[in-house]
């Protein structure tokens, strides 16, 4: 399932909070009804680690984003700017990200 820009602001209208990479994460794999393991299999990383991502106990990076973001047949824009929106929150610096494509 492919969450889309609109989807994602609908998702954080219903939250009422700040969508972060944890929350889309998990909101796909539970609404794929996939496990976290067989996740982390397709991801190619540990069930653990996946955990660790899913309790925003690790951040990840803006690459690892886009790796996953394609693996999940997602947008990269968006894994990407929720990954560093995290970084920045993490480390309570008070932006807003918003990513343009570059020409």
Do not use: C, W
């Amino acid at each position: 399932m492919r969450m889309n820009i609109n989807a994602y602001s609908h998702l954080k209208e219903m939250l009422g909070e700040r969508l972060t990479l944890a929350m889309a994460v998990r909101s796909i794999r539970e609404t794929d009804n996939i496990s976290q393991g067989d996740m982390a299999k397709q991801l190619n990383v540990t069930q653990a680690y996946l955990s660790d991502i899913e309790n925003r106990r690790k951040m990840i990076s803006p690459k690892k984003a886009a790796e996953i973001a394609d693996i999940l047949g997602q947008s990269q824009k968006q894994f990407i700017r929720l990954a560093i929106q995290d970084l920045l929150d993490r480390d309570g610096l008070h932006y807003d990200v918003d990513l343009h494509d570059v020409a």
